[in-house]
């Protein structure tokens, strides 16, 4: 991950599906911030642009990736630092990764 355990959200709270609104609100972010980390993810990381769709509500595992680069943001602030280690490590932020630390199967 990009910090050591940030995700202070418990994603397991989270119904199933989860609009943006509810979630802009959860992060207490803007809609503008939450669709930047949405593209900063459809472009990063493979799982996340294989399940994005643009009028469904998020699933868990969006919401999931939404709220580690929200984590990473409060912590390290530089958008360039954050998109490299994404991109060092995109296994971070898999389906795989996204199971093991929830125990979510989707």
């Known amino acids: 991950m990009l910090s050591t355990d940030l ?4 994603i397991t709270s989270l119904p ?3 609009l943006g ?8 972010v803007g809609a ?3 669709h930047r980390y949405q593209r900063m993810a459809k472009i990063l990381i493979e799982d ?7 009028r ?6 969006q919401c999931w990736v939404l709220i580690q680069i929200n984590d990473a943001f409060k ?3 530089n958008k360039k ?7 060092a490590s995109p296994a971070d932020f898999s389906k795989y990764a996204y199971r093991k630390q929830t125990g979510f199967k989707h």
Do not use: C, G, W
């Open 56 to 61: 469904l509500p998020l699933t868990r595992y």
């Open 16 to 18: 199933e599906f989860t």
């Open 32 to 34: 503008a911030t939450l």
């Open 7 to 10: 995700l202070q959200f418990d």
């Open 21 to 28: 609104k509810d979630l802009s609100q959860i992060l207490n």
């Open 48 to 54: 996340y642009r294989e399940t994005h769709t643009e």
């Open 75 to 77: 912590v390290f602030k």
């Open 81 to 87: 630092f954050i998109v490299d280690k994404i991109k």
